[in-house]
């Protein structure tokens, strides 16, 4: 298997076996040792405070002649790496560094922080996020350009996102006609974030159910206010209304039409909402509780199966969530009802692999 960075700069599992969670592994930057994952990627701490600190300070960084490279000799490893702070800041970025896990906005109505710092012992909850940023970006820029191309798609009356999303995009009612060429090639998207987030494999078909259900009713139920929920995202920039159902389906699926099954279908999609919706709205995940919880979901369903080995892999994902949750409430959020919200996080899990 081809690596998915530089030789010195190994940080996925399939191509550094060695690494684990952070360790052996060499930042890119300046070809120091890795201390865990820092805004983002695995990098060395003194990259990581440069990059909090400049970004923190406001200060526009740059090289006087655009890309000098301009290298000091590191302390640790006696090698050269970059001494001119507007390069080093460019390789920060392009290396992987996220600007919004440093400055991003607080979540004034969440006692939750929606930033990860750079705990040492927080790293597969880091990775996945990050891995879920580069899925997000994917799918966005591959739906605005397939449904500004298709007559089909119309844009929706309600432009409504979520709050606090980083990407600006329109928001297209949905046809279920050609909504499916959408997820056909949204599964390669998730393919790679899973390939990139888990070293093990998943069942593609669980994990596309459980993204579908679980994000469609999240991010609606951030969106939208009004209660019962009328709207489901059904991908992220496509939107239908529960009363549309019957419409946006019979052309898609004639054999629905049929009435003991239009009925039952609709009932079973409104009952999803109407378990997961209320769930969001007392708990109101961060979009990192979010993520710990599908993919509990996910490994709730690798432990269905009959094999021994995927269900003790699974077990094996699911303490590390719990771990890594843990950690963060406790050391990062000081929290004093931890055990409480974990709980919580756990039973959305347990529903969302339910409505999949």
């Not at 159902?245 to 039952?264: D, H, L, S, T």
Request: net charge neutral; hydrophobic share 35%; with cysteine.
């Amino acid at each position: 298997m081809e690596s998915c960075l530089p030789a010195k700069a190994r940080r996925c599992k399939a191509c550094f076996p060695q690494s684990h969670f952070g360790k052996n592994i060499i930042w890119i930057v300046c070809e120091g040792r890795a201390a865990g994952a820092h805004f983002g990627v695995d990098s060395c701490r003194a990259c990581a405070a440069f990059f909090r600190r400049t970004l923190l300070s406001k200060r526009i960084i740059e090289c006087a002649s655009g890309h000098c490279g301009k290298p000091r000799v590191h302390f640790e490893t006696n090698t050269e790496v970059l001494e001119c702070k507007g390069c080093r800041f460019e390789r920060c970025i392009s290396s992987g560094m996220l600007p919004s896990l440093v400055t991003g906005e607080p979540n004034n109505t969440h006692e939750i922080p929606s930033v990860i710092t750079s705990h040492p012992n927080i790293i597969f909850l880091h990775r996945l996020l990050v891995n879920y940023k580069t899925f997000t970006n994917d799918r966005v820029i591959f739906e605005q350009s397939f449904l500004k191309s298709s007559p089909e798609f119309k844009l929706h009356p309600f432009q409504n996102t979520p709050p606090n999303e980083q990407h600006k995009f329109d928001v297209y009612a949905t046809e279920y006609g050609n909504i499916s060429e959408i997820w056909i090639e949204i599964s390669e998207y998730l393919k790679k974030f899973i390939a990139n987030s888990f070293q093990e494999f998943l069942i593609l078909q669980n994990c596309l159910f459980a993204m579908h259900t679980g994000e469609g009713n999240y991010r609606a139920a951030r969106a939208y206010s009004e209660r019962p929920l009328s709207c489901f995202f059904t991908s992220y920039t496509t939107i239908y209304r529960h009363e549309d159902f019957e419409r946006v389906c019979e052309n898609y699926m004639p054999q629905w039409r049929a009435p003991q099954i239009m009925p039952k279908c609709q009932e079973t999609f409104t009952e999803i909402r109407d378990v997961l919706v209320p769930m969001f709205d007392r708990l109101k995940p961060t979009e990192l509780e979010f993520l710990a919880a599908i993919s509990l979901a996910m490994w709730l369903m690798g432990s269905a199966q009959i094999n021994k080995k995927i269900a003790t892999i699974a077990e094996n994902y699911r303490r590390r969530v719990f771990y890594e949750l843990h950690v963060l409430y406790r050391d990062e959020f000081k929290l004093n009802d931890s055990a409480l919200r974990i709980g919580e996080l756990m039973t959305l899990a347990i529903s969302m692999e339910y409505s999949s």
